[in-house]
Structure formats: C-alpha cells, structure tokens
C-alpha cells in the first residue's frame, strides 16, 4: 500500500472528477490504497474516457498542485517518400 500517491491528471469537470489521462487502467486502484493522494493538474495531458475507472472526484483528493508545463509530444512529420506495392 502506498503512504502517498502523486500523478497527473486533466482538470476536473462540471461534476468535480479529474481524469487519469493515458494511465487510466491502473490508477482507481493504487487511489484505493494510498493513505494521501495528490493530483497535480496539467490541462496539456489528453481527456481519456474509459467509462469506469478513469477519474476521482475532488473528494477524494487531499492536495492538487496546478503545472502549466506541456505534455511531451512529437512534432508532426510528412513523409517525403512513399513506395506503393
């Protein structure tokens, strides 16, 4: 059981769930067992529904810390060449 658990998430909704974003399989889960849970909200990482498991309300949430920091991401490539068979 983790003491502390500290993940990203997407800012809430009109109804107060943050969203997991991409490590939404895992994470209703370890939230279950940590004893303090901290979601740092970044409004740069993808809203991934999932239709169970994906979010925590604000209740559940004792600290939230706001990053404005980017997602990674990749730039966009074209392809120059393309071989058709």
């Given at each position: 059981m983790a003491r502390c658990l500290l993940h990203a998430g997407h800012t809430y909704g009109q109804h107060g769930y943050f969203n997991f974003?991409?490590?939404?399989?895992?994470?209703?889960?370890?939230?279950?067992?940590?004893?303090?849970?901290?979601?740092?909200?970044?409004?740069?990482?993808?809203?991934?529904?999932?239709?169970?498991?994906?979010?925590?309300?604000?209740s559940k949430v004792d600290y939230i810390i706001e990053v404005p920091i980017p997602c990674y991401g990749y730039p966009a490539i074209t392809c120059a060449y393309a071989r058709r068979n």
């Open positions: 974003g991409l490590a939404n399989s895992y994470m209703k889960s370890m939230i279950r067992g940590a004893g303090v849970v901290i979601i740092e909200v970044n409004n740069t990482i993808p809203l991934c529904l999932g239709g169970y498991g994906e979010n925590v309300h604000i």
